[in-house]
Every structure is written in structure tokens, then in C-alpha cells.
């Protein structure tokens, strides 16, 4: 690597700012983790509660809240959805309009599961992230998604 | 154009660029934790990743703005500034496009700071840009003290 090189410099400047960066997170008293933590499955569900929710939920959870008649919003592509969904969820389209379709349907405090495909995407919990920012107040994301829910052969519709 | 990239015209934009990252960086450095919630309200980076952006980036941009304003490594710092306002254009503009409507997280990473992403926000980085390439074209080094020359 020539340092005297404009681009000698610009990964020299970024590799100094990653050895800076991680060594000062060591020894600062307000570090914060490498990664930022996912969310985790909640062992109970408290929905009397005031408070913001932003939490994980399980399939026999995502079940019970399908049975109390809770909306559920589906993150995945249109395609997918279009392929096979949780019976009455509701399609994500641009952010404005879905918000719109929710508030339409319910208020910002009343209990909403997001869900998408499997454990591993993360389209739901980026919409939970979202719909937080956007001032919905209970969300519960079901990580298990479509998979989960279609293995358990639970009420689905093809759109 | 780029023969009135010299003299006091770069100077000043080294001033400007320098001080302006310097000033942004500092309140991310001390609160790293609020930082990394401004940068995972993006939604650009996968989960986890914010918090390691949130480690490096305010580093990057302290000394950066240190480099132009000394006078030393001007090229890599200016690189590593157009690098950093290109990538905040796209992180604001996907933003926008998709309706989030966020905290920009650009100087004050406080909650409720009221410095929301929008065409303002945009046209700020645009301007960094153009001063960024005034400092990268330019015709002379003055001040310069690492290296002398490339």
C-alpha cells in the first residue's frame, strides 16, 4: 500500500478509523455491543400493558392472536403473497399507503403481527421498525413467517 | 472550472468540509448507542450491522475533517468524504422513497433533535460534494504537509 497514493491514504484513513473506532467501543464507559442484538421470542404476551411492544412472538403465540382476530401484515413481495398467505392478512405495499390500510382497519395501539417468509428473513422486523417509527405502538413480529405457519397447515388463502 | 481550484478557494472549502465533520462527528463519539439507532432507522444496513457502522463512521469523520483542516493526507480525507456524502444521498433518498420519515442523525443524534431527512438534507450533502471536489481538483497544494507531493 503507497500512503503517498490517493487511494493509499483512503483505505489507510479507514483502516486508523477501524482500529480507533473498535478500540475506543472497548474502553469507553457507553460501548455498545458489535452487533446489535435481534429480537427475541417473548416467553409471555402482556397485552394490557401501556408500553410501547416491539417483540418476537412464536407460532402457537402468532396462533392465539389469529384466533382473538388480530390483523396480521404480511412484509413479503407480492408475489409471494399472491402465492399463499395467512388467512386475511394484509398485503405490504408503499409504507404510506399500508399505514393508511391499517389506520383504516384499526388504531395505532391495538396489538399487529407482521410476519414474512421464514425465521431467517428480516422483511418483518424491518416493517415492525418501520411501523414503530411511523408511531404503532404493539407490534409483534412472528419470525417463524409463512413457513411455520403453512408446516402447521393453519388457515391460509391464495390470492 | 478547475483553474480557480486554488488559493484561498480550497483553503476555505478545507476549512469548511473539516470543521463541518469534525463538529458532526463529536456528539456521535460520545453517544455511540444513539448513534446506532439513527443509523438502523435507515434500514439499510442487515440487522446487526448498525452497530458496527455506528463504531467506525464518527471516527472516519473526525479524522477526516482533522486531515483537511492539518493538512495532511487532503486526497484520501477528500476520497473518504465524497465516499461518506455519496453513501448518505442514497441512505436518505431510499428513506424517502419507501416514506420513512426519520431523524437525519447527521450532526445531533438526540431524539427529537427536529433534524428530519428531506430534500434539505440532500441538497446539504450535494453542497459537501462540490466542495469536496473543489478540494480534490485542485490546481496547487497549500498547507499541505503530508505529502508534499503525489
Known amino acids: ?159 | 472550472m478547475r483553474r480557480y481550484f486554488k488559493g484561498p478557494v480550497v483553503l476555505v472549502a478545507r476549512l469548511i468540509l473539516g470543521g463541518v465533520f469534525i463538529y458532526a462527528s463529536l456528539g456521535k463519539i460520545s453517544d455511540p448507542a444513539a448513534f446506532a439507532t439513527a443509523v438502523g432507522n435507515y434500514h439499510v444496513l442487515p440487522f446487526g450491522l448498525e452497530n458496527l457502522m455506528a463504531m467506525v463512521l464518527p471516527w472516519l469523520e473526525l479524522i477526516a475533517g482533522v486531515c483537511l483542516i492539518v493538512g495532511i493526507m487532503v486526497d484520501g480525507a477528500t476520497i473518504m468524504i465524497i465516499i461518506m456524502n455519496i453513501i448518505f444521498v442514497i441512505a436518505i433518498t431510499q428513506a424517502l422513497a419507501r416514506g420513512i420519515s426519520i431523524e437525519c442523525g447527521c450532526f445531533s443524534v438526540a431524539p427529537e433533535s427536529g433534524d428530519n431527512i428531506g430534500l434539505q438534507t440532500i441538497l446539504r450533502d450535494f453542497g459537501y460534494l462540490v466542495l469536496a471536489f473543489i478540494v480534490f481538483y485542485r490546481q496547487e497544494k497549500q498547507l499541505e504537509f503530508f505529502p508534499k507531493s503525489v
Not at chain 1, 37 to 64: C, G, M
Not at chain 1, 133 to 152: H, I, M, N, Q, R
Open chain 1, 1 to 159: 500500500m503507497n500512503i503517498r497514493s490517493p487511494i493509499g491514504q483512503t483505505v489507510f484513513l479507514l483502516f486508523l478509523s477501524c482500529i480507533i473506532g473498535f478500540s475506543s467501543n472497548l474502553f469507553t464507559s457507553n460501548s455498545i455491543p458489535w452487533i446489535a442484538p435481534e429480537l427475541t421470542l417473548v416467553e409471555a404476551i402482556d397485552t394490557t400493558t401501556d408500553e410501547a411492544v416491539l417483540v418476537a412472538i412464536s407460532l402457537e403465540q402468532a396462533k392465539t392472536f389469529f384466533d382473538d382476530g388480530v390483523l396480521f401484515v404480511d412484509a413479503r413481495d407480492e408475489g409471494y403473497y399472491e402465492s399463499g398467505h395467512i388467512q386475511g392478512a394484509m398485503r405490504k405495499s408503499f409504507l404510506p399507503k399500508l399505514i393508511f390500510n391499517i389506520e383504516d382497519r384499526q388504531g395505532k395501539d391495538v396489538p399487529l403481527v407482521v410476519y414474512c417468509g421464514d425465521p431467517g428473513c428480516g422483511d418483518s422486523e424491518q416493517l415492525a421498525y418501520d411501523l414503530k417509527d411511523s408511531g404503532f405502538t404493539k407490534l409483534y413480529v412472528f419470525k417463524g413467517g409463512w413457513v411455520e405457519w403453512s408446516g402447521a397447515a393453519y388457515p391460509s388463502q391464495v390470492d
